[in-house]
DNA sequence: TTGAAAGCGCTAACAT
DNA sequence: ATGTTAGCGCTTTCAA
């Protein structure tokens, strides 16, 4: 079936010692032989049975990716052009992506342990980190190479690529302050992401410079999709004294936040001024087109992969931790506040 | 480091081989035997070696999807559902998902040769079928396995499920002429997607059902992302006489289109109608909603991984083709027609 | 410059 | 019911 370096070997007459030597370009190897194995090589169509190259190798040339999936409709683009960003990198270095799905919970862990057991992978691509993260506690413990998209508070050691999305907020709440906004509504996922974490610290933090407090009341926490925005957007509008502008901790949030003041009635940078967080390609195509901060999704992949396969190749980085910087991206979704009867 | 069968072989006193199909419950192992050596699996946290385990077997237990990136914002909400689904049913039969990005185009081919020959996987899942697909000749001319989210004319013994979007298109069509639509625009992208061409043609004959001629100058084709349908929509708007309904080929252009309408003014679902195509989560959330076809996106990812891996396991199929059944979801950006100068 | 031989961790045919 | 042995395709000592 396939033509196996064996093969080669006895069509050029050598021994596939030889061949495997030449196939890899060994110096001990007369330039004669390597023409002659490469060419008979090349005629036959071969190309190396990785299982057998990698079993002898004890490594994978093979990076892992559990998408933290949840529920039926996973539907972010944010995975998508994540994914396009390591796979692209991966490929250029010659490594495979394997790819796995797991809800976030209990049988994770277990997930990881067994590709990590079971010698699939020799290092893996973390997202969307947690602040008290077993996956990273997990694959800490035993050294097994990792570098993650986002930080983890206590963990300022370990490889990661991040936005720094406390500046990010900070410029989003000085922008807001600008504009003549007092009384800001927040809408959040659950605070154990540390993205979140951090979002909402520049929030708080650069509304209060301006002599502002977030009041609890005023952040509400729903899911981390257009479906969570709308919901806790919702609830903020109808309130007797509504926010004139609501900040979403994320573009999927603040498009569904959009919704949500539009079916209520409001015109969206007018009566009330929305923002999100990471620029999205679909932010430019809201109604109105969204405020948000830029995050480079596909350069982070790449990032965060470029730095792990050097992890794993035992070469060494010259950032173990890379923090962007944000960038503020004005657009339509924002403008100053019509005070409603106050 | 890793514990192998020959560890727990020394603990338990047996042979490797005896443990080896203690493992795997041969019927010819003791009970007691097969009790002893589970246990101390169990406790040596003994994972099998894959690459080892593979190489013998001459299988991989991996399935590979390679995705056709665009560009380097890669965002597309429907490859992360699709994703999910793949991998979500992998999971559940214990098969690994290898995904690699590769751009459509010369360069492809090689990609999926390359996982063929090196071995890396049993077979390939196929996303946006081409009209002349080279993905698909290769595969059938070697006769690897595949199946395909798709048809491809003139291959209709090949395994594949899609949705009957010819139907689906003459859904749209049906309600928009029922609304009172008889000039109606359309944005599409290159007819090479077979998708593409079977709802053009389900456009078409709807359309002419009703005695209504879709003219060639009305249908412009365009990128398969917000920005070409953007772009699309608003050269059709700027005519001076502009449809009164734009159909898009899918959500992703809809959307743009939608923005496309509101940037000149035009309020869409009354002076002018736009549907799409897939239900993407988000087409709810737009403004207005979208009105456009259900495609159970994750439901036909789980589907193509079950077929594929009946396939490759050399189980029989209930069917080798599957034609889902569509359905229109009615939405606020269809109304009936506002007639401009005419 | 080349080849013989061992072995990565596992499974399976063949003994016993 | 269990063990011996060969071998998957490859890399890499070691010896010639």
Same mark, same amino acid.
């Given at each position: 079936m396939t033509t196996s370096i064996r093969?080669?070997? *006895?069509? %050029?007459? +050598?021994?596939?010692?030889?061949?495997?030597?030449?196939?890899?370009?060994?110096?001990?190897?007369?330039?004669?032989?390597? *023409?002659? %194995?490469? +060419?008979?090589?090349q005629e036959m169509g071969y190309v190396a049975n990785r299982q057998a190259q990698l079993l002898r190798q004890k490594s994978t040339d093979t990076i892992g990716f559990i998408l933290p999936t949840f529920g039926p409709r996973f539907s972010d683009p944010f995975f998508s052009e994540f994914l396009a960003g390591i796979g692209n990198k991966a490929a250029d270095h010659g490594y495979d992506l394997l790819v796995s799905t797991c809800p976030p919970g209990e049988k994770e862990i277990r997930t990881y342990q067994y590709e990590v057991q079971s010698n699939r992978v020799d290092g893996f691509i973390i997202v969307r980190t947690r602040v008290d993260d077993a996956r990273i506690q997990y694959l800490n413990s035993i050294g097994f190479p990792f570098v993650a998209f986002g930080r983890v508070p206590g963990m300022d050691d370990m490889p990661y690529v991040d936005e720094n999305s406390d500046v990010g907020m900070q410029m989003i709440a000085d922008y807001l302050v600008e504009l003549g906004h007092t009384h800001i509504g927040c809408i959040a996922p659950s605070m154990e992401y540390t993205f979140a974490t951090h979002r909402m610290q520049g929030l708080r933090e650069g509304l209060r410079f301006h002599g502002i407090d977030l009041r609890e009341q005023d952040v509400l926490t729903g899911d981390l999709t257009e479906k969570g925005g709308y919901e806790r957007a919702m609830e903020l509008i109808q309130r007797p004294y509504r926010p004139t502008a609501i900040v979403a901790l994320n573009d999927l949030m603040a498009i569904g936040a959009i919704s949500a003041a539009q079916d209520a009635g409001l015109v969206v940078g007018k009566d009330i001024s929305v923002t999100g967080f990471d620029n999205i390609p679909l932010s430019t195509y809201t109604h109105p087109p969204l405020t948000t901060v830029h995050q480079p999704i596909f350069q982070i992949g790449n990032m965060v992969c470029e730095m792990l396969i050097k992890i794993v190749k035992g070469m060494p980085l010259e950032e173990k931790q890379v923090l962007l910087k944000p960038s503020l991206i004005k657009r339509q979704s924002t403008g100053a506040p019509f005070l409603v009867e106050k």
């Open positions: 093969d080669i070997a *006895e069509k %050029v007459g +050598k021994s596939i010692t030889t061949v495997s030597r030449a196939l890899h370009d060994y110096d001990d190897v007369s330039p004669e032989t390597k *023409e002659l %194995v490469r +060419k008979a090589a």
